[in-house]
Nanobody
Framework: QVQLVESGGGLVQAGGSLRLSCAAS????????MGWYRQAPGKQRELVAV???????NYLDSVKGRFTISRDNAKNTVYVQMSSLKPEDTAVYYC?????????????WGQGTQVTVSS
């Protein structure tokens, strides 16, 4: 059973920074893409940033230049460094990993971590 555990959320003032982490555990052969999504109240979940196994990255337009996604393959961990935070970044942030295990390739989600940016 694969588990993703997130950490690093919290309350921060506008203009501040936070770093989220998400670590995967269990029987893992390899991890393809790793990504961060967010969901604000009353809104659909949206992709914030993704990083492939080769290190290519892609970002939501509204976070480009402010967020940086990275991964540590040895630790099965993905990070997102969030800077110049805005109140509109307030949401529950979820990590997602596409993981190859003994039964095949599946997507897995973290439990979510709240990020609140005050104005």
């Amino acid at each position: 059973q694969v588990q993703l555990v997130e950490s690093g959320g919290g309350l921060v003032q506008a203009g501040g920074s936070l770093r989220l982490s998400c670590a995967a555990s269990g029987i893992i052969f390899s991890i393809n893409s790793m990504g961060w999504y967010r969901q604000a109240p009353g809104k659909q979940r949206e992709l914030v940033a993704v990083i492939t196994s080769g290190g290519s990255t892609n970002y939501l337009d509204s976070v480009k230049g402010r967020f940086t996604i990275s991964r540590d393959n040895a630790k099965n961990t993905v990070y997102v460094q969030m800077s110049s935070l805005k109140p509109e970044d307030t949401a529950v942030y979820y990590c997602n990993m596409v993981i190859r295990g003994p039964l095949g390739v599946f997507g897995h989600w973290g439990q979510g971590t709240q990020v609140t940016v005050s104005s």
